[in-house]
Every structure is written in structure tokens, then in C-alpha cells.
């Protein structure tokens, strides 16, 4: 326990530094993709550690959307550098929640919930990344709060990383390519997070009343 109070201790420590840092840098208040792209080339060699540093702080500590920091990265260094510095973020911020909620809560989910299809020891690693897949698509959900969830399951770390990394790919490439023009159907974007939501809910359940079905043996290959 002790080692995990201080892993956690040395991630909030670098977090806030890395907050810090950006203060003193002078990050702008208003963090609009035009104002903040304009900030960051300013920056010089500077400006894609800033972002890469401003991503982690976003999913990690979450004060700070996800998506708009992709249309940001785009508008600053152009397409294929700011999906490739925007993913870098992402995915070095996601690791980091991910790792957090494992060190202090996946031992307590494990003792709580032992024949849960999903949190239990052995659960199901197949639906597990096929979740994160599907709710990395959906902007909807919480980047920073599916990672913290994804850490007190039962998903091998490579899987969520390749998860993470598959998944949030294609919208960081559409809002590093078009911006800030780029907006989410509201409506169809809840319609789909809802859609995935009661499938997450339907299946465990299916699963645990259904141990033996066909669907249950290929969700439990591991």
C-alpha cells in the first residue's frame, strides 16, 4: 500500500508541475483552438512538449476537454504532426489514469466482486477491450473517467493501450484535420453512447445467466 500511496504522490506531484509549468509559460485563459494553437507556436521547438503536457493534464485531471486540444494540435502543427503529438498525450495521459485506479482499487473490485464476468480475476478480456474500443469511437464518453474505469477491471494494460490507441485515432486525425469546424452531432452522438452503454450492461448479464451460450465461451477466450 505504501508504494502505491507514492506512485500516486509522484503522478500528482509531476501533474501539477506540469500545470505549473504551463502557467508560467503563460498559457492563455481562454483555451479556444484558435488562441491556444496561436500560444503554442509561440512557443518555438517548445510548443509540442506543451501540448503533449497540456493532453496529459486533460485526461489525467480532466479540467480540461480532450477533443478540442486534438482540433488545437492540428490548427498548430498541421495534420499528421498534431494527431501524432495529440495521440502521444492522449495516450501517455490514459496510461497514467489507467495505472492510478489500478495501484489503489483493482484489489478491492477483485475481493468485491469475485464472479463478476467482467471485474472479477478472470474476467473476460475480449469484451473488455472490445468496450474501451467502442467508447474510445464515441466522443460522449469521459476520455479521463473510461481510463480510471478501464484500471479497476480485469484488462491486461496492453489491451487498453491498444484499445485506447485504436479507438481514439480516427476522431484525433478528423479534429486535428478540421479544427474547430468540425462538430459532433449532438443527438446522434448521445443515441450512440446510449447504444453502447446498455450493450456494456446487457452482455455481463447475459453472461452471468448464460454461462454456457455460445456468445458467453467467445467473450471468456482470453
Request: hydrophobic residues 60%.
Amino acid at each position: 500500500m505504501t508504494l502505491r500511496i507514492a506512485i500516486v504522490l509522484v503522478v500528482a506531484a509531476a501533474l501539477a508541475g506540469a500545470w505549473w509549468l504551463l502557467q508560467i509559460l503563460g498559457i492563455p485563459s481562454d483555451l479556444s483552438p484558435d488562441i491556444l494553437a496561436k500560444w503554442l507556436q509561440s512557443q518555438g521547438a517548445a510548443g509540442p512538449l506543451l501540448l503533449i503536457l497540456l493532453m496529459i493534464v486533460a485526461v489525467v485531471v480532466g479540467p480540461i476537454p480532450t477533443l478540442p486540444v486534438s482540433a488545437t494540435a492540428g490548427l498548430a502543427f498541421g495534420i499528421l504532426a498534431g494527431t501524432a503529438i495529440a495521440a502521444t498525450g492522449a495516450m501517455i495521459g490514459a496510461m497514467a489514469a489507467f495505472w492510478i485506479a489500478r495501484c489503489l482499487g483493482r484489489e478491492a473490485i477483485y475481493r468485491k466482486f469475485p464472479d463478476n464476468p467482467v471485474l472479477a480475476r478472470n474476467g473476460s478480456q475480449r469484451f473488455l477491450t472490445i468496450a474501451i474500443l467502442l467508447t474510445r469511437l464515441i466522443p460522449i464518453f469521459s476520455f479521463a473517467l473510461i481510463s480510471y474505469a478501464a484500471g479497476v477491471t480485469a484488462i491486461h494494460a496492453w489491451r487498453f493501450a491498444v484499445a485506447t490507441f485504436a479507438g481514439m485515432l480516427p476522431m484525433t486525425l478528423v479534429f486535428a484535420g478540421l479544427g474547430n469546424t468540425f462538430k459532433l452531432n449532438p443527438v446522434l452522438a448521445v443515441i450512440a453512447g446510449l447504444a453502447i452503454l446498455a450493450v456494456m450492461v446487457w452482455l455481463p448479464w447475459s453472461i452471468s445467466r448464460h454461462p454456457d451460450s455460445r456468445l458467453a465461451r467467445w467473450l471468456h477466450l482470453h
